[in-house]
């Protein structure tokens, strides 16, 4: 009897050790954030320091991809692991907006929820504004932040010059609403509100993660920053030495180094999983505002590497090797089959486009990228496809500014629309997608092109006017369901 209740004492021990190993996990997300700027992806202009440490300690990715260079689409597929395409959200929701991801999707948050977790976003989510769409619809215990992008307000640089009372205004954009779970409390969110935008999501988050030190917990922070127009509080304004956008990403990293700083304070650091990466590329059309994508071509909306390619690092002391780079291509698809596989939570019924990606996270020797080729979907059209070493780009319409400087001030410069030609790059010896190889490797060609026509079945292409046999609906808004009114 006595040899039954020790053995039944600790099996119980062993679930409370489980239990209490469950890692957690830190989700960052900056919106428009380039590829090099941060420290350690090349900027040079102003300090990331905290950034830099979480890349010294941890682990950076130099080939992360986004599904689609737009803010809707793009976090879509982070939620779900799958395609945007497949998802049927193609661009970014507006406040009239009727549609939003659909319920019917497992969020992150949700597979979190299997296993226990508490579950929290502070920041922009941009993926349907109304309450069964909302956060807190998805899997989310607790939501603080603004519906869809900060410009999406009355002060939109469309309507500069205009006096502030010009009903104009409020034609397209109406007030900015402040979200609490599915609450509007501010109506009106005003430029001085805005300056606190980073901090309110930073100081949130060092709270919940006080809050929930004792158990296993999933935090997303999508902050509203630096999509423009950019605002900054008064103890950043003017710190940098580099002009406002400067000045908004010295505040980034500083909240993020007081939420990393709150895993260490409460002694669980070694047990926590952070992951930051960004939306898509620059938005270089604002100029001084905007950020760089450093070598890479184009930017936002565009799925050259510009526009697509963001800085990402994974962090986890004791586990992830510190220090290291990783060049095999993963993707923002990748991080929910990822995070369900450290947690043993279980995939989602609906079929997605990630793929676990732990071993490259680890530093297991050897390992490579789970993804043979990897299309570029914008706009519902496939712009492209990839693999490891090169990428065919299909004739498309795309908007650049031809190495013109962008806007200052917080005003876009206008763009040209350009045609690109069928093209065959070397991502390896012109990561700048510079030189078209066609002609001299057909059997490139061929290959991709092929693997691309399987996608094209798949998920349709509005270039060649396909229609797809896997496509999936974004959720509607339909008679009898609940509004968010300010």
């Not at 010295?250 to 930051?276: C, K, Q, S």
């Not at 939306?279 to 071509?297: C, I, Q």
Request: glycine share 10%; charged share 25%.
């Amino acid at each position: 009897m006595k040899l039954l209740i020790l053995s039944f004492l600790f099996s119980l021990s062993t679930v409370s050790v489980a239990g209490a190993s469950q890692p957690n996990v830190v989700l960052i997300f900056i919106d428009d954030m380039g590829y090099a700027d941060i420290g350690s992806f090349g900027a040079r202009d102003y300090p990331t320091p905290h950034l830099d440490r979480l890349a010294v300690e941890g682990r950076r990715f130099t080939d992360f991809m986004v599904s689609a260079p737009v803010c809707s689409a793009s976090r879509a597929s982070l939620m779900t692991g799958a395609l945007s395409m497949r998802l049927g959200i193609l661009g970014a929701y507006n406040p009239k907006a009727t549609t939003g991801l659909n319920p019917d999707e497992t969020t992150i948050a949700e597979l979190c929820k299997q296993k226990g977790y508490a579950t929290a976003i502070y920041g922009k989510w941009h993926l349907g504004h109304h309450p069964k769409f909302l956060p807190t619809s998805q899997g989310f215990d607790e939501y603080h932040g603004i519906p869809y992008s900060n410009d999406m307000w009355p002060w939109h640089p469309r309507y500069h010059g205009l006096a502030d009372d010009d009903p104009k205004r409020r034609e397209v954009y109406p007030d900015l609403p402040l979200v609490e779970n599915e609450t509007v409390i501010d109506a009106s969110v005003t430029g001085e509100e805005q300056e606190h935008l980073t901090r309110w999501a930073s100081e949130r988050g060092v709270e919940f993660i006080n809050r929930n030190k004792d158990k296993p917990f999933f935090l997303y922070l999508p902050y509203s920053m630096v999509h423009v127009p950019l605002y900054v509080s008064d103890a950043f304004r003017g710190k940098s030495g580099a002009g406002l956008f400067g000045d908004v990403m010295m505040e980034l990293d500083h909240g993020i180094g007081m939420v990393v700083d709150a895993l260490r304070d409460n002694g669980i650091a070694e047990n926590t999983l952070v992951i930051f990466t960004s939306d898509n590329g620059p938005w270089d059309t604002y100029g001084d505002h905007a950020g760089s994508a450093g070598p890479y071509r184009e930017a936002k909306q565009t799925t050259f590497d510009g526009g697509v390619r963001v800085p990402t690092l994974f962090w986890w002391p004791g586990k992830v090797p510190a220090n290291t780079s990783c060049d095999e291509f993963a993707a923002t698809v990748d991080i929910l089959p990822t995070v369900a596989a450290m947690i043993g939570a279980d995939l989602p019924e609906l079929k997605i486009d990630g793929k676990d990606i732990s071993p490259l996270v680890f530093g297991e020797r050897g390992a490579l990228s789970p993804h043979d080729y990897y299309p570029l979907f914008h706009r519902g059209e496939l712009q492209g496809i990839r693999n490891a070493d090169w990428k065919l780009v299909f004739p498309h319409r795309y908007n650049s500014l031809e190495g013109r400087p962008g806007g200052t001030g917080g005003l876009p410069e206008s763009s040209k629309a350009k045609q690109a030609e069928l093209a065959l790059y070397n991502r390896k010896n012109d990561p700048g997608e510079t030189r078209n190889v066609i002609d001299q490797y057909p059997e490139i060609y061929a290959e991709l092109s092929k693997a691309a026509e399987r996608w094209r079945h798949e998920l349709g292409d509005k270039l060649t006017k396909t229609k797809g046999t896997e496509n999936r609906f974004p959720g509607e808004l339909e008679s009898g369901d609940k509004t968010l009114e300010w």
